[in-house]
Each structure stands twice: as structure tokens, then as C-alpha cells.
């Protein structure tokens, strides 16, 4: 079957570089979510507790006690609590949720500052401290999400100002109904990279760790400079971490003209080797993929992209598809992200190091 290998080297070298920018590897929650990016949940929190990691942030409550034994603190972004636990904070995403959560439940509040998704609006601050208090809930957090924080627009300062603001107003109302010592956290990956002295309690950090972030080159960051390196030179840094290899299924000798696979959408043009691999879309392998796909060594994709197979032109045992997602997802015109979480969590996983 085809395989993936995750690099621990490049993990770590990766919250080398995170951990340096939020001074300590208590404020550096790694995300979890969707399989670990797709990367295996259980293996990255096994590294991530290995590096000395205690926060992680997942989606789901399930996901949550899956690796409870590994983390201190486990924030779980969109569901709601089976039954209280030490370890595990859930977030509030509108007012309604408040009164879905068991008296004493640890939550953190959600505000959107401006991407209208997820989080209470920032007029909604006092209200939802009262019914957290009412409901006797244990808030221990207020944080947000940028929508632009690795692009090139108004929103990311935008935001940043509005959560000043949330801050702000979040400190009184917390001295007023008594919630001790609340946290605050606002920053995914790309924002924690173009933060000029990050301050904050926490960032929230997933693609960087799997070392797959990206910046538009455009982007002014201003004068941040970590180890003499300016940020965009330090996203460079950052080494992918996961690996996709394919097994060989079968070999043949195509002469001029054959054509290959569904709807015999590539016709050789010469005498060629054609070898068929174990890694098609039902694996994750984009279909978008079909057609141009150039795997890390040159060796080029043959006509359409099947269900449990893909056609490449070698004849080698064992193909390696991709190192790096942010290579790959620009053959399928898409974003590393879900070239990552495309990749069935049925695909054995390795750790290489
Ligand atoms: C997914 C997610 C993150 C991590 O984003 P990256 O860009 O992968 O660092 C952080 N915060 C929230 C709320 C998220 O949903």
C-alpha cells in the first residue's frame, strides 16, 4: 500500500523556529485537527509531547480524548463536552452555545473581530460574560481568528486593532464578574510569523509546524527579524514534514501512440515505460492532479488519475509522489492544506528520523 513518512527532524526543527517566536513551548498550542493536517493525529502528538509540547487545539470533543494522555491542555474548537474534564476547554462560538455547557465546564470565548464566521460579535462581550457567569462556566480564555493573516490585505491589521479593543473591554469584565487571570490568543501560524514581538498567551499554530507555510512574497512585514533572519526568510526555514510514497502495481511497454487510463486522455508519443502505483483520488491524490502532475524527481504523471492508482512514466518500485504539499497542491490549483487533509487516515504512517 502506499505510505506516508513524517519527518521528526523536520518537526522539530520546525518548533525550533515556532517556539523562538512565542518565546516558550508552554504558548505554542500545535493544531490537530483533521488528522493532524492530515499527518496522523496520534503519531504528531506523540513527536509534539516528545519536544516538550503541552497544548494542543483539535475540532472535536472525540479528537480531544484521543490524546488526552499526551497534552495539559487540549482546546477543542467546535463541539461540545460529553462530560467535564480536567484537561479539555471548549469553545463558545455564539451566545447560544453558552447554556449547551455543564456548570463548571472550562470554555473559552470566541469574538469575531471581523470574518464573520465563527465567535460572538464584539458588541456581544458583556452578554456573554453574564450568561457564562449565570451558567457558573469556568472561563478561562477570549480569542479570535484572522481570515487574512497570509494575505495581503486591510484585514489583518484591521482585526488586530478590534482585538486590542476585545482585550481591553474583556480585562473589566473580567475583574467584574470575577473570572480570574483570563488568557488571551489570536494568532494561527501565518500571524504569529508577521507578529513583531509577540506578547500574547498563546498562538494557535498548525501548517508552520508540518512546515508547510506560505507568505505572499509581497507581504511587508515590518522589521521582524528572529536569529538575523527577516520573517520571510525565515518561513524558507521551515522543512515540510510529510512524505507520500507510492507502491508499484504493474509495468509495461507503451509503444508510440498507446494511450493510457480513463478516456485515454494521454497518448505516448514515443516507445516508454508506463508503471501503474497504488495511490489514486480515493487515497487523497487530488484528481485536479491528473494530467501534469511532475513528481520531486521530474518523473511525470500519465493521463487521468484513477481511483486506488496513478500512472507515471518509470519504471521504478517505489515512487515518491510528494515531500512537499505546497508543491503538490499547485498542480491540483489548490492550497497545501487540503492536499494534506485529503490523505485517507487508513494510509500506514511512518516516523523517520
Ligand atoms: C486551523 C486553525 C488554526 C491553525 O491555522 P494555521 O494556519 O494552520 O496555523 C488556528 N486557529 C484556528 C481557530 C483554526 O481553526
Known amino acids: 500500500m502506499a505510505y506516508i513518512t513524517l519527518d521528526k527532524n523536520h518537526f522539530f526543527h520546525n518548533l525550533d523556529i515556532i517556539t523562538k517566536l512565542t518565546k516558550t513551548k508552554d504558548k505554542t498550542a500545535l493544531v490537530l485537527k483533521d488528522n493532524a493536517y492530515g499527518h496522523g493525529l496520534l503519531q504528531i502528538a506523540g513527536m509534539a509531547k516528545e519536544y516538550g509540547l503541552t497544548k494542543a487545539v483539535v475540532r472535536t470533543d472525540e479528537e480531544a480524548k484521543q490524546i488526552e494522555d499526551f497534552f ?26 453558552i447554556n449547551k455547557f455543564a456548570k463548571n465546564t472550562k470554555v473559552e470565548l470566541k469574538v469575531d473581530t471581523g470574518m464573520c464566521r465563527n465567535g460572538i460579535v464584539m458588541s456581544e462581550l458583556e452578554e456573554a460574560f453574564v450568561l457564562c457567569a449565570k451558567q457558573g462556566l469556568k472561563l478561562e480564555a477570549v480569542f479570535t481568528h484572522h481570515s487574512s493573516a497570509d494575505e495581503e490585505n486591510e484585514y489583518f491589521d484591521l482585526q488586530n486593532k478590534n482585538f486590542q479593543q476585545v482585550k481591553k473591554e474583556a480585562r473589566a469584565l473580567a475583574k467584574k464578574y470575577a473570572f480570574d487571570s483570563l488568557r488571551f490568543h489570536s494568532c494561527n501560524s501565518a500571524a504569529l510569523f508577521r507578529t513583531n514581538g509577540f506578547d500574547e498567551d498563546m498562538a494557535r499554530v498548525g501548517i ?10 509581497a507581504l511587508h ?77 521530474g518523473i511525470k504523471i500519465a493521463g487521468r488519475i484513477s481511483m486506488d492508482n496513478a500512472s507515471f512514466l518509470t519504471c521504478k518500485e517505489e515512487l515518491l509522489i510528494f515531500n512537499d504539499a505546497r508543491e503538490a497542491a499547485r498542480y491540483a490549483g489548490t492550497i497545501s492544506y487540503e492536499m494534506l487533509t485529503s490523505l485517507k487516515a487508513y494510509l500506514p504512517r511512518k516516523v523517520v528520523s
Open 208 to 217: 508552520a509546524a508540518y512546515g508547510c507555510l506560505e507568505l505572499p512574497n
Open 72 to 97: 495539559e491542555y487540549i482546546l477543542v474548537l467546535a463541539d461540545f463536552a460529553q462530560e467535564s474534564n480536567e484537561k479539555i476547554r471548549y469553545t463558545i462560538n455564539d451566545l447560544q452555545a
Open 221 to 297: 512585514v515590518k522589521g521582524l527579524h528572529v536569529k538575523g533572519l527577516h520573517v520571510n526568510e525565515l518561513v524558507n526555514e521551515l522543512a515540510p514534514v510529510l512524505s507520500v510514497h507510492a507502491k508499484k502495481i504493474s509495468s509495461r511497454k507503451l509503444q508510440k501512440g498507446d494511450c493510457v487510463g480513463y478516456g485515454a486522455a494521454f497518448e505516448t508519443e514515443c516507445t516508454c515505460d508506463v508503471s501503474n502505483y497504488d495511490f489514486g483520488y480515493g487515497d487523497g491524490f487530488l484528481r485536479s492532479c491528473s494530467h501534469n502532475y511532475v513528481t520531486p524527481e
